[in-house]
């Protein structure tokens, strides 16, 4: 039974960090796409980073380079997000996704919603001003 179950999502100050993690279980994790998204209220769900667990490779989107981290841990099955210097915009809930990117292919992984056939339940990040 494939399981992805985030946790760490908290409420903070702006300016403050937190780290999420996503453990899963039920497939293979060493070579997978695994994908952070966000959503807001009344927002559409975005990507705001993903990373290869294969070679590390990292996509983040403009809103949170420099202030998120995805790492992962191939010896848990554990992907994680390091959020800092956090905004009231970063206010959303958090998902982890996962999809197994093509043999051939060894890019970042896709910023979209659509390949990503494992999602967790999400984990609710909230920052106050």
């Known amino acids: 039974q494939v399981r992805l179950v985030e946790s760490g999502g908290d409420s903070v100050q702006a300016g403050g960090s937190l780290r999420l993690s996503c453990a899963t279980s039920?497939?293979?994790?060493?070579?997978?796409?695994m994908g952070w998204f966000r959503q807001a209220p009344e927002k559409e769900r975005e990507a705001v980073a993903t990373?290869?667990?294969?070679?590390?490779?990292?996509y983040y989107a403009d809103s949170v380079k420099g202030r998120f981290t995805a790492s992962h841990d191939n010896d848990n099955n554990t992907v994680y997000l390091q959020l800092s210097s956090l905004k009231p915009e970063d206010t959303a809930v958090y998902f982890c996704?996962?999809?197994?990117?093509?043999?051939?292919?060894?890019?970042?992984?896709?910023?979209?919603?659509?390949?990503?056939?494992?999602w967790g339940q999400g984990t609710q990040v909230t920052v106050s001003s």
């Open positions: 996704a996962s999809y197994k990117p093509r043999l051939t292919y060894s890019g970042t992984c896709t910023n979209l919603a659509e390949p990503y056939n494992y």
């Open positions: 039920g497939f293979d994790f060493s070579r997978r796409c």
């Open positions: 990373i290869r667990t294969d070679s590390g490779k990292a």
